[in-house]
């Protein structure tokens, strides 16, 4: 059988030879090397006592991403260029005359893989899963290389306008496989009404099973499949069954699911013919320390959080993500709109459009069997100019966002259609996301539900994606968030972000015929377009930290959305208040609890009453006067109980004339600004650069509020923590204009 690349994912390869292991999943063993050689180079061995004889190679484990650290470097670019990863294999298939493959799941952007030095595949767009026959390239010990190139290029998706960074490296699992000499290269599965289809090149043998695992079916793919009565798949019940496929020695198996869905004519959304309020959030496949190529256990762990946040809808931006993503969505229970990374810049020539196509086809091809899917889509923002001319080439977009959606309908006629901000298109798509982002890029946030039933009124099929405000973690604010001043932008507190948040929750509960909407985004990550945010080259809209740390606001939609009781006073990370004497605070508290009790300072300052439309906070507020100092609150539910404890300041301040800088516990560094009375400068967003001197001791580059070198204060303060305490070391702390702070470690 010649070479061919396949792209069609074996991730759930079952079938075993004579007791062999037939798919390994390669994580150890890889050298690496961020430079571009020839294979003649790559291939050169290491000469004892003569490192100059070749580039350096440094040992990695995949899943690996060479811009992990340098993303979110505030001094740098992040590299866009080749790099090499090279392997020693031992090829010993069990099938006689059987096939030999390695597969990707993604990697960016552009890949060459060779076998000695032959090259045996190549592959163009950094997302949708491939794979590459080598057989005839080899047996036994053979070594193979793999060039990874994120360099910019115009004529390929997603375009380096896009606001998030285009990762290279073997950024997902690398698999190697063994196969039969006949084997299912190509198996479609997908359900229509109550029945299943399992389509192929291939008579099959197929079984299904039922969410107990009972057989519901055993026989062939001839005909499509009836279940009687299907237990329905839902949000609160996401009932999935399997289906069992085999053919000679191949066996591979898929879960899938029964649900109907539907767009009403300008709202409301239906599930199973029942109105469901899609309550829902993005994500990035980006992590602290990590870049794009996070773990299984830090996928699993994110996807718990959007669920345990209460969310029932995710939409995966921008671009294919990871199988194991979309397995998560299937057994966590939440809705899915997919999207290629035609994202930005135009359109570009035969061989852009080619690119466009083939992604939006092997992710339907590869993704169709997931029933939490409902939603492909075709592209977001087409309406920027920039890579290809300054004007808008109208006509150019349309052409190809139509043939996308055809091509879309053909290949599953049964989910719809969607893009988002390109409203010159919006009569091409099923469903339709303009750009609303009240309170933040436009107007303000009391104008929400004016906007949104304008929306409503105006699209026939309407679904609000991205909305929101930026935030930087630890930042709060005492006043500048009055809701009738709809500060745009805000000042990036968490204190407006969560008033921000709060308003949009409380009006979509009032809009009968609204869909659901997607607030941007779940965490902060990676973007090479915001070099000046207070962390540089990270956006900051998410709702937890890069690297997952919920912030204030996370537990907002907690409050509204989850059914798990939940208590959380606002001010965990607000260490320091600030005020007059005897000045009367408000008090947040973020609950589903029918009713809190409020105690400050031992007393208690009353019981209020969970009212959604009682803003903020569901009627949880209270304003009372603090004492100077050093103040507890409480939070008393039927369930639950939650305190904090802060300082409260009430000496005023003048500019920043110091920095001190101190340690917290075992592994944080704190430096805080001072004015030139001693007083701690609480309003402060200065700029605060940490070192270190005689041990790299400092946790860099991770684009968090603890993990970023260079970063704005938050209230005049900013953190870092140690990453080695170890070795002896010296860390100093700078501001513009003031005298460095420095503190001996240990």
Sequence with gaps: MARRTLLLSLACLLATAAGAQVRQTLYEGWQFVRTDLTIWEVLRPV????????????????????????????????????????????????????????????????????????????????????????????????????????????????????????????????????????????????????????????????ELTNPAGKVVFRGDNAQPIVVKKPEKWSPDAPRLYTARITYGEHSLQRKFGFRTFEFKPHGPFKLNGRRLLLQGTHRHEDHAGVGAAMTDEQIRS????????????????????????????????????????????????????????????????????????????????????????????????????????????????????????????????DVYSPSIWAGWYSRKFTDYREMEEGAIAKYPHFLHAEWGGDSHAGRHAETGFDIEAGDRNGDWSESYAVRLFDWHLKEQLRMPNLTGSAFWTFKDFCTPLRPENPIPYVNQKGVCQRDGTPKESYYVFQSYWSGKPMLHIYGHSWPVRWGAVGEEKEILVYSNEDEVELFVNGTSVGKRKRNPQDYPAQGFHWRVPLQAGSNTVQAHSKHLTDEITFEYQTEPWGPPASIRLRRIGSDLLEAQLYDANGVRCLDSSDWIEFSSAGNDALLRNQGTATGSYRIQAANGRAQIRLKDLSAPCVVAARAAGLDAAFLSIP
Aim: charged content about 20%.
């Design 302 to 429: 994110e996807m718990q959080q959007i669920k345990e946040m209460g969310a029932n809808f995710i939409r995966l931006g921008h671009y294919q993500q990871s199988d194991l993503v979309l397995q998560l969505c299937d057994s966590l229970g939440l809705l899915v709109w997919e999207e290629i990374p035609w994202c930005r810049g135009g359109v570009g020539g035969d061989a852009y459009q080619a690119q466009a196509h083939r992604m939006l086809e092997n992710m339907i091809r590869q993704h169709r069997h997931h029933p939490s899917i409902i939603l492909w889509g075709l592209g977001n923002e087409n309406d920027w100019p920039g890579d290809f001319s300054t004007e808008i080439d109208t006509t150019a977009v349309r052409q190809l966002m139509a043939s996308l959606n055809d091509l879309a309908h053909r290949l599953d006629p049964g989910r719809k259609t969607v893009i988002r901000r390109c409203d010159f298109c919006a009569d091409i798509v």
């Design 47 to 206: 000469k004892a006592g003569k490192p100059e004889s070749v580039p350096l190679w440094t040992a990695v484990s995949l899943p690996h991403c060479y811009n992990a650290d340098d993303g979110v470097d505030p001094t740098t670019n992040y590299y866009e260029g080749p790099a090499w990863y090279r392997t020693t294999l031992n090829i010993d298939n069990p099938y006689p005359n059987g096939h030999t493959l390695l597969e990707f799941e993604g990697a960016g952007q552009k890949t060459d893989v060779y076998v000695g030095t032959q090259k045996v595949g190549s592959h163009i767009g950094g997302y949708d899963h491939w794979t590459v026959d080598i057989t005839d390239a080899g047996r036994g010990r053979v070594t193979v290389a793999v060039r990874c190139d994120n360099s910019r290029d115009v004529e390929m998706i997603p375009s380096d306008m896009s606001d998030f960074c285009l990762y290279g490296g073997l950024y997902r699992h690398v698999h190697l496989v063994y196969l039969p000499s006949d084997y299912l290269a190509d198996v479609q599965l997908y359900v229509s009404g109550d029945s299943v289809v399992v389509s192929c090149d291939k008579r099959v043998e197929v």
